[in-house]
């Protein structure tokens, strides 16, 4: 089982959808869990981080963590063509270095 | 906004030749990290280096390669004899507090083993 699970996509929605991304992990010694945009042939970009179970919420976005179930979301409202790009979830034990999904490509249809 | 700057942003190499990737961190960040992806593969983790030296490493950060910091702004990643494997995207990132609040990354190079 690889320690953390992303489903690849592609995923396609209509402009102004809500989109829901997705992890599962299997290391229930995960702390802190980030998610980061990435556009192609660029950086990861730091979209949001969270500690614990719970929900946090930055603009249009939403990020859950469910530590129970090992599972986490990130739900994009209100979507945008600039939402376009890859989502990877990534987490780590402490300070501990990041261990990355393999990433979400989404696509806004306008 | 501060930004990491990573050079060159391509970097094509003969198999066997000694690359050396360089990095600009953002200036009051602390922590320091070389991640790479190979294309259509996850990022995967390097190395993290922490008050002027290694403190974590993964398996594939062997003996071909090496960080340093060598002044007070530069970080850089040397591959000494490059294979055709360590074709990927190398990313370098820094942090105010490390894992727990998460990297800037930056661009990346691209870096190519012929």
């Known amino acids: 089982q690889k320690e953390v699970e992303q489903d690849p996509g592609p995923l396609s929605v209509p402009e102004g959808a809500i989109v829901s991304l997705n992890c599962t992990y299997s290391n229930s010694a995960f702390q802190y869990f980030m998610w980061y945009r990435q556009y192609s042939r660029k950086g990861p970009e730091l979209l949001m981080y969270t500690y614990s179970s719970g929900n946090k919420e930055d603009g249009r976005f939403t990020a859950q963590v469910d530590k129970s179930s090992k599972y986490i979301s990130l739900f994009i409202r209100d979507s945008q063509p600039s939402d376009s790009a890859t989502y990877l979830c990534a987490m780590s034990v402490g300070n501990e270095k990041l261990t990355f999904g393999t990433g979400t490509r989404l696509t806004i249809i306008p | 906004e501060p930004e990491v700057t990573q050079t060159p942003s391509h970097q094509v190499t003969q198999m066997g030749q000694e690359v050396i990737l360089r990095c600009v961190p953002i200036?009051?960040?602390?922590?320091f990290y070389w991640y790479r992806q190979i294309l259509g593969q996850k990022v995967e983790f390097l190395v993290s280096f922490y008050n002027n030296e290694i403190s974590e490493k993964s398996e594939i950060f062997d003996d071909q390669f090496s960080v340093e910091r060598p002044d007070g702004s530069n970080f850089t990643l040397k591959i000494r004899s490059t294979k055709l494997e360590d074709s990927a995207m190398y990313f370098c990132?820094?942090?105010?507090?490390?894992?727990?609040?998460?990297?800037?990354f930056g661009s990346g190079t691209r870096l190519t083993v012929v």
């Open positions: 200036s009051n960040h602390l922590y």
């Open positions: 990132a820094s942090s105010e507090g490390g894992s727990s609040v998460g990297y800037t």
